[in-house]
Every structure is written in structure tokens, then in C-alpha cells.
């Protein structure tokens, strides 16, 4: 692709029965492919796009030729309609799946995805717990972050979906350089930060009080901190490991120009709670350490209010927008 050829974009809904077909037919209907000159492809079931009474434009696999006339169309390359398996989570399996192909054959130039039940899921047949570890097999990355981002807060996890229980098994020095560095160097690539600043929280109240609280202080984080900065000192600034108490209220305290670039967090709530309250609808998720471009909505499958429409696109819409920004980082 040349720089003056438009970007297109794979959408997949996520599961059918949800809220996903919904949101993705609202964000086109908004307009956001004339606001932003893209094309938006989606990957996907055809039967919720028909009950919301969208104009659908089917495409062909073998050959990705955007429509002239896209406005008010949904531009949809349609998932099987039979399966051995339970149909919905087959769909959604088999959306991601094709998807994620199409942007690795540079067919598009970012992923952007829907909400899926992971229960779902893996009765369709797809055994991964979670996008995130789906992804990195598709795309055989050996080692996947999970980030979520919006204009105040950037967050990323050591340990994703674990019991906290857990949490601390799962917690080593390795863990913890493979999200301290996608971070970083996330950051400066595709936010085009230089000399970011990365802030770690610590996994123990008061950042384990010397001990007294706990000891993966003096172990692994401080330990493995040292080590980075003086290996990345002069590319990244790392400061911790901080009370997460305190660390989140100061962050929003500051002005922006005085705020991190991101906060790496040791577990799934521990980042989720602060960066969902400050901004949920506009919050994104953003794998790093793939090959491609895969951002996402931070909210659920919404069965409880699919088909009434009543979900709101906010935070598609602003995946939409940062899968497109990373993009054309990217390209430049």
C-alpha cells in the first residue's frame, strides 16, 4: 500500500447475540468512515446486521475491493451459517479468525474488535480463554500485553485474567520486563512519545512496606527495575514500584504534560478499576507485542440489552480512532 492509498480497517462484531452488531452499525451510521477517509470491513454474522435493517454489501474474500458508495452500508464479509458446534461462538471464533488473516496478508491495516463471551467462545470451539491469548496464536507472537487506554490514563497488565489468588505465582521477573518493555516501546511507536515515562505499581499495599506486607517488592519488581533501567535508562524513564493508593490520584492531580505515559499494573483490576472510572465509553483496549494493529471495546457482550437499542458506540468509535492513529504511525 502506498501512502496516499486510504486505510481500511477489519472490524469483527463479536458475538451475534450481543451488543457488538449494533454498536458497529451506529459508528458507521455516525459517519466515521467520511469523518476519517477509511474503509471498514466487517468480518462477521449477517443475520444481526439484516434484523437491524441495515444495507449490507457483501465481500468477497479473495478480493478486498472497497465499495464507492459505502455510506449507511454495512461493507460485510459474512461467517458461515453451519457448524458441528454452537453457531454463535463458532461465528465469533471464525470472525476473528479471518480477520486477523486479512491484516496479517496486509490486506487491511488494523483489527478492531467486538465483545465476546469467552464461554461462548470456547463452545464454538475456539479453546482460548480470551482474545488477547487468541490473537497471539493466530499471529504467533510469543508474548502479548494487554493495554487499555484513553485521553487521561494508559494502563498495562503484568497478569491478565487470573484468580487473584494467583496473582503472585504468576508474577515473575519475566513477566515483568516482557510488559514493562511492550510498553515502552509501544509507547514511543505507536504514540510517537519519545523517552516515555513509565510508572510501575506496586502489588502490595504501600508497596509492600519494606516486607511487612508482602515480599514481591524485594524479590521481582525492584529487582527487575533495577536491571531495566540500567539496560533501557537511556531510552525510558521507569519509576517505582509505587503504591497503586496513591499513584493513580497523583497521575490525574497533575497536568497533563506532568502525568505518566503509561502505568504498568500487577493485576487485571488493579488497572481496570482506575482507567474504566475515569473514562469507561471512551476507554480502548490495545494489544501490544502483536505484528498488527489490534485495538478493541474495554465493555462486555451486553446481552441484557442487545436488540433494544440502547448501546452506546462510544468506545468502538474510539478504538475506530486509535487503531487508525497507531496506523498511520505506523505507515510513516
Known amino acids: 500500500m502506498t501512502p496516499a492509498e486510504p486505510l481500511m480497517i477489519a472490524v469483527t462484531p463479536g458475538d451475534p447475540d450481543g451488543i457488538g ?10 459517519g466515521i468512515q467520511e469523518e476519517t477517509s477509511i474503509s471498514m470491513l466487517c468480518v462477521g454474522a449477517r443475520e444481526p446486521f439484516e434484523k437491524l435493517g441495515a444495507k449490507i454489501i457483501e465481500a468477497q474474500i479473495g478480493s478486498l475491493v472497497p465499495p464507492k458508495n459505502r455510506k449507511n452500508s454495512v461493507w460485510l464479509l459474512p461467517a458461515p451459517t453451519q457448524s458441528k458446534r454452537f453457531l454463535p461462538g463458532f461465528q465469533s471464533g471464525w470472525s476473528i ?9 496486509g ?26 491469548e487468541f490473537l497471539a496464536h493466530l499471529c504467533k507472537s510469543k508474548s502479548v500485553t494487554m493495554m487499555l487506554a484513553n485521553d487521561t490514563l494508559r494502563i498495562s497488565l503484568v497478569t491478565t485474567h487470573v484468580a487473584l489468588k494467583d496473582v503472585s505465582r504468576q508474577l515473575t ?50 529487582p ?48 481496570l478499576i482506575p482507567v474504566k472510572l475515569l473514562d469507561f465509553p471512551k476507554t480502548v483496549n490495545v494489544s501490544l507485542g502483536l505484528p498488527i494493529v489490534r485495538t478493541s471495546v474495554d465493555h462486555g457482550v451486553g446481552f441484557d440489552i442487545a436488540g433494544q437499542g440502547l448501546a452506546d458506540p462510544s468506545s468502538l468509535l474510539s478504538a475506530i480512532r486509535l487503531a487508525i492513529h497507531i496506523a498511520k504511525n505506523r505507515r510513516g
Open 21 to 30: 452488531p449494533e454498536i458497529v452499525w451506529k459508528a458507521i451510521q455516525s
Open 97 to 105: 479468525e479471518t480477520a486477523t488473516r486479512i491484516v496479517l496478508r
Open 107 to 132: 490486506q487491511a491495516q488494523a483489527l478492531v474488535t467486538g465483545p465476546i463471551s469467552k464461554e461462548r467462545l470456547q463452545k464454538g470451539g475456539y479453546r482460548f480463554p480470551g482474545h488477547t
Open 173 to 222: 521477573r519475566a513477566a515483568l520486563r516482557r510488559a514493562v518493555i511492550h510498553t515502552a516501546e509501544h509507547i514511543e511507536n505507536w504514540w510517537g512519545i519519545s523517552q516515555p515515562r513509565i510508572a510501575v505499581a506496586a502489588l502490595n499495599p504501600h508497596a509492600g512496606e519494606a516486607g511487612l506486607f508482602g515480599k514481591e517488592e524485594i524479590r521481582i519488581i525492584e
Open 224 to 271: 527487575e527495575l533495577k536491571a531495566l533501567r540500567k539496560q533501557y535508562g537511556a531510552r525510558f524513564e521507569i519509576l517505582g514500584p509505587l503504591p497503586a493508593d496513591t499513584l493513580f490520584a497523583k497521575h490525574v492531580a497533575a497536568s497533563p504534560q506532568q502525568r505518566y505515559d503509561a502505568v504498568v499494573c500487577m493485576y487485571h483490576d488493579q488497572g
